[in-house]
């Protein structure tokens, strides 16, 4: 939720306004379906609870509560007389966002693999990321978390470049009837890149290769290729 006329103030305060058009009008639910049940009229104030989409629900000052479309929303002040603004996910935000998330599938090493990431903006440019994944192949299956920082070249533009480097941890179960299984961990490291696009909203395509360099027990370390791409979105 993004309420804040300005980045200082908190997304979850609830937010007095004030009706300057001659009325607002609340309806029952979050969209243009829904009735018209209470007008508020010029002079009065609100109190913003939540948003969803582009709808927000609001209390008036007597306790009654509805749902206000963004355009109107838009013509409320605040009690300084400017005008409330928020951020409904746009090219902006996906340039300057603080949290994302996301999920990817691809492969490792020719066996099937499955990624969830989650990241944090320490500048535009750089972030911050934790990513899980799982993988299911023909002779083993097991699982790789990684930490890692990644360097977004052009935040700004649609379609935008970055570069990936990290370390993590790789958990292999070999499947084998021969003798018994041993589940075995070893220490990694990995460099990558790939490409992410803006999409609409609050949502962007990410396509992604990383090499992985596995610290095995043996005198060799393996050397893992992954593809992956999929969806995130950015708070």
């Known amino acids: 939720m993004a309420l804040a006329p300005t980045p200082a103030r908190a997304a979850h305060e609830s937010l007095q306004l004030f009706v300057t058009e001659p009325y607002l009008e609340l309806h029952t639910g979050p969209g243009r379906g829904y009735p018209v049940q209470q007008v508020v009229e010029r002079g009065e104030s609100v109190r913003v609870l939540f948003r969803r989409t582009d709808w927000f629900r609001i209390r008036t000052e007597s306790g009654f509560e509805g749902w206000a479309d963004a355009a109107s929303m838009n013509k409320l002040r605040l009690a300084d007389g400017t005008r409330f603004s928020y951020n409904p996910g746009n090219r902006e935000g996906y340039a300057t966002h603080r949290w994302e998330a996301g999920i990817t599938a691809g492969s490792v090493d020719g066996a ?3 990624s969830g990431f989650a990241g944090l903006s320490i500048t535009d440019h750089l972030h911050a990321e ?47 009837t021969l003798t018994a299984s041993q589940v075995r961990g070893s ?24 090499n992985h360099e596995v610290f095995t027990h043996t005198n060799f370390n393996e050397v893992q290729d992954e593809w992956k791409v999929g969806f995130g979105f950015y708070f």
């Open 130 to 176: 934790l990513t899980a994944s799982q993988f299911l192949g023909d002779v083993s299956t097991g699982y790789i978390y990684d930490v890692g920082l990644m360097h977004i070249f052009a935040p700004e533009w649609r379609l935008s470049p970055f570069l990936t480097l990290g370390t993590g941890w790789e958990v292999v179960n070999p499947l084998t």
């Open 112 to 114: 099937s693999l499955i």
């Open 187 to 210: 220490q990694t490291a990995y460099v990558g890149g790939g490409l992410r696009m803006y999409m609409t909203r609050r949502f962007f395509v990410r396509a992604e290769f990383r």
